[in-house]
Every structure is written in C-alpha cells, then in structure tokens.
C-alpha cells in the first residue's frame, strides 16, 4: 500500500460544478498537508498549504484535512475552464521538508 | 514562470548511455531538489542540495548522481540509462533548507530507447 493514495481520474465536470478532489494517506505522522497544480508540459505549483485539520480557504479553492480519518480533499468551486490541470496532494512529517507526493488526479472542466 | 531554468527540454537517449541534466534555480535560492516523474510512480524525490552540500536523498539510484556548483546551479547525471529511466525529471529550488515554498522548472522529458 502506497503512503499517499490519489485517483488519477481524469474527473471531469461541466463548466461552473464545485470539484472534489481527495487523498487518503496511512503514515499517522504526517503533519503538513499541499495541494499542487500541474498544467500540461509545466511543472507543479503550489496552491495551497496547511498544518492542521480543519479548513483553509483561499478564493475559490479550500482546502480541507481530517487527521483522524487521514483523509484530505480539495473543493474547487465555480469550476472554469482554465482550471485544467492536474492536482497532486504532497504530504510530510514535520522537520522533514521533503513531501510525499499522491500521484495526482487530471481534472477536465468543459464550457 | 517559477524562475526555475532547466535544460534540455527533451532528450531522446539509447539504453547504456549517460546523460547530463541542468538546472539554475531562482535568483536567491539556496537549496535545489531533484524529482523524477512517472505514470506508474507519479512524483518521487531523488535528492536535495543546500548551498553546495548534500542535504537529502531519496529512492535514487546508485546509477545517478547530482552535484551543486558554486554559482548554484545543478546537474542530475543518469548513467547506464535504462528503458525505465523513461521519465519527467524535475528541478525545484527554495531559498532554505527548511521549509519553503519549492518552485518547480518545467522540467526535462527523457526518453531512453
């Protein structure tokens, strides 16, 4: 069993839906949670970073993280176009600054 | 544009052959990673360089290398390549060792026939 697992889909929803995207992880000892972006042809760029469960909210994308199930998600609402890409969740034990990356899921968002 | 330059773009190599990969990281960064990219795999840590110094190793290896200059700039050498070396690799820099946000070049495409 892999330490990070994510559906590589693709997922793909119409123009305006909210988007799920989620990770489940077993390592109990991680501490800092990452949502990365992936175009096409680009490296990774990241979206969002949070330490503790609960929400983080930034625009239209939030971030959630439930230690207790190991499981996070990435809501990404009013869904356009140019968010096309594929997501990767990055995980990583603290004091350690080298992440373990899920294996990402493409999204398709079509007008 | 994250800052990060890597070089070549793509390389298309035989098996058995060794290859030199090239990254400048952002103007300031001190630290550089090194990520390979696979289907099968997804994005798995190599090694990590801090001014210079070897920081961190991950699942690298022994066939790879890599080394940072004095200007900063970094090189990942694949030797005795083989078909499953077929890969995205991925330069990333931040401006420490400790946590930073990790900007990611475009990356370099090989392909080993």
């Known amino acids: 069993q892999k330490e990070v697992e994510q559906d590589p889909g693709p997922l793909s929803v119409p123009e305006g839906a909210i988007v799920s995207l989620n990770c489940t992880y077993s390592?109990?000892?991680?501490?800092?949670f990452m949502w990365y972006r992936q175009y096409s042809r680009k490296g990774p760029e990241l979206l969002m970073y949070t330490y503790s469960s609960g929400n983080k909210e930034d625009g239209r994308f939030t971030a959630q993280v439930d230690k207790s199930s190991k499981y996070i998600s990435l809501f990404i609402r009013d869904s356009q176009p140019s968010d096309s890409a594929t997501y990767l969740c990055?995980?990583?034990?603290?004091?350690?600054?080298?992440?373990?990356f899920g294996r990402g899921t493409s999204l398709i968002v079509h007008p | 544009d994250s800052g990060v330059t890597q070089t070549p773009k793509h390389l298309i190599t035989a098996t058995g052959q060794r290859v030199t990969l090239r990254c400048s990281p952002r103007?300031?960064?001190?630290?550089v990673y090194w990520y390979q990219q696979s289907l099968d795999q997804g994005l798995q840590f190599l090694i990590q360089?801090?001014?210079?110094?070897?920081?961190a190793k991950g699942n690298i290896l022994e066939r790879f290398s890599a080394q940072q200059f004095p200007d900063l700039h970094s090189e990942l050498n694949l030797s005795s390549l083989e078909l499953g070396d077929s890969a995205l690799y991925f330069c990333?820099?931040?401006?420490?060792?400790?946590?930073?946000?990790?900007?990611f070049g475009p990356g370099t495409r090989l392909t080993v026939l």
């Open positions: 103007s300031g960064d001190l630290s």
């Open positions: 990055a995980m990583g034990v603290g004091g350690s600054y080298i992440p373990t």
């Open positions: 360089y801090y001014n210079g110094e070897e920081r």
């Open positions: 390592n109990s000892a991680f501490q800092y």
């Open positions: 990333a820099s931040s401006a420490t060792s400790g946590y930073n946000e990790q900007f």
